[in-house]
């Protein structure tokens, strides 16, 4: 398919080490993906769902220990230690080879190695990125296929330069004792062995995405972030553009498909998905920063997905979806997770595959799930309903602001603007959040999680955070930066604020920020908003006082956090610029005054 010789030497290579029975190119025709899913069907590892209510869907069950990412079995490889950091695994690049080339040998014997071209972001645009991804799962082939712009186009693209990021990927036996994630940074390569779940070997997606990416951007001057991209459209036309970040888990999906509340819909505003996860960020010549998503399918929590919470998103799975890890109903043949509607179904088999009593599921027990709680779908993000019409634009949209967010049943107000783009900048690296399923590890632990970054940046934090600095001294026309939490608690553990459609009253907000147009009352932490300019039209159960709640700033649990803060910066040390010493100063001055 190539006579590039790079990659031909390469393939070579791994087949030799690997050992597959046979080689297939994957070209991205409809003819060899249909070819793909039938023999994915007959093998069993696809299951076929109804054609009729759910034309092209599958359903695929992971092994019950491989659900999640593995962050403790992640690892940055880079000659120097201090490259990796402090906050990520290290090994060396040749102590790494020489542990893993040992599971990789003959890993693919009796099965098929799949060569998969891929390009994350838009063909033909500055952004876009080729990567080739050696796999024995042809799982993986089939959401790679709708998670990038995949297939040979990618290779003529490439056409004989030897710039692309060579990704090995086998399930080898699934074993979880040797189950590893590793990068090479240095060498543009990605190795995953033992898991066939999504972030571990999606490679695409937080491997090259964000991990490599995020090198690469520092080293050529832009940023890889583990953002959401949208557009709010005034009733006027306009469309103003925004990106977040959130952890895992923690509301991306939701705000970037957000349905406003009637009362706005009824005047006309709209909001438009770029992205759901990831955002590749530029300057441009104007001095204002430009987004692209890299992607090109979404990969989404399915729990708590529904009609009322996130319409878009359930619409987009409707098609060419794959579910994981959900529950099957075997009355029709379709799908189910729990928070999808009441009635789950009677006749049905769990994530683990086995029969599933639904009278014995208990909200309070997760064991009693009958889907993971972090069951994913992959769905191609031309399928949403709200999807923009600048998902395939070559240059990106224009950013308005950059909003971090996170978990915090107390501690963090519903929103608050940074100072200047330096506090921003000292704002995301202060981020914390509960920890939630997509990685393995323990649910609700308020964790330090920088620009939601903590598991995806490819090098140093402190350099990161420098690097942050520096692209904002190249902006003529920064983005505002925002804080938000959609996750406070009253004293029964409630959530306080309605969240979901209605988050659009603090985008709002916002954006009236970033055109000057409403007013902040200054804090210990950064600007707040007047309560009464938070929009409560509408909104039933919601009233001044209830914003005022949200917008608390209680001065004692932000002194506790500040020894949380400067542990952290501790961990990360030296590299910590400077200017953001300086801002962490002045908020405990400010918090003591
Ligand atoms: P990743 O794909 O892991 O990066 O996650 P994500 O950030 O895209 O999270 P997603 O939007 O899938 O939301 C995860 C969970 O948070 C779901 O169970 C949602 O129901 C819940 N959630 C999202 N938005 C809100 C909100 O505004 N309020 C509340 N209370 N829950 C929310
Ligand atoms: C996340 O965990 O942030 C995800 C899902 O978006 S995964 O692809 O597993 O990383
Ligand atoms: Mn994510």
Sequence with gaps: MTENKYVKQWVAEMAELTAPDAIVWITGDEEQTEKLRKQAVASGELIKLNEEKLPNCFLHRTAVNDVARVENRTFICTTKKEDAGPTNNWMSPDECKAKLTPLYKGSMRGRTMYVIPYSMGVLGSDFSKIGIELTDSIYVVLNMLIMARAGKKCLEQLGDSPEFIKGLHSK??????????????EENTIWSINSNYGGNVLQGKKCFALRIASWLGRKEGWMAEHMLILGVEYPNGEIKYVSAAFPSACGKTNLAMLVPPEYFKKQGYKVWCVGDDIAWIRPGKDGRLYAVNPENGFFGVAPGT????????????KRDTIFTNVVHNLDDNTVWWEGLDNNPPKNAIDWKGNKWDYTKYDKKDKSTCGAHPNSRFTAVAKNCPCVSSEFDSLTGVPLEAIIFGG?????????????????????????????????????????RDPMAMLPFC??????????????????????????????????????????????????????????????????????????????????????????KELLVVDKKSWIEDLDSIK???????????????????????????
């Design 567 to 593: 542990e952290f910066y501790a961990k990360i040390g030296d590299t910590i610029p400077k200017e953001l010493r300086d801002e962490l100063a002045t908020l405990e001055a400010n918090l003591k005054k």
């Design 407 to 447: 978990r915090r049943a107390k501690t963090a107000p519903l929103v608050y603007e940074a100072r200047s783009w330096k506090h921003g900048t000292f704002v995301g690296s202060i981020m914390a959040s509960e920890t939630t399923a997509a990685a393995a590890g323990a649910v609700g632990v308020v964790r």
């Design 172 to 185: 080898a036996d699934l074993d979880e004792e040797n189950r590893y994630i590793v990068h090479f940074p």
């Design 306 to 317: 529904n009609e009322k919470s996130n319409p878009n998103a359930l619409a987009t799975t």
């Design 458 to 547: 490819g090098y140093n934090m402190g350099d990161y955070f420098g690097h942050w600095i520096e692209m904002g001294k190249k902006l003529t026309n920064a983005p505002k930066i925002f804080h938000v939490n959609w996750f406070r608690t009253d004293d029964e553990g409630n959530f306080i604020w309605p969240g979901y459609g209605e988050n659009m009253r603090v985008l709002l907000w916002i954006l009236d920020r970033c055109a000057g147009k409403a007013e902040a009352v200054d804090s210990a932490i950064g600007y707040l908003p007047k309560a009464e300019d938070i929009n409560v039209e509408g909104l039933e159960g919601v009233t001044l006082d209830t914003i």
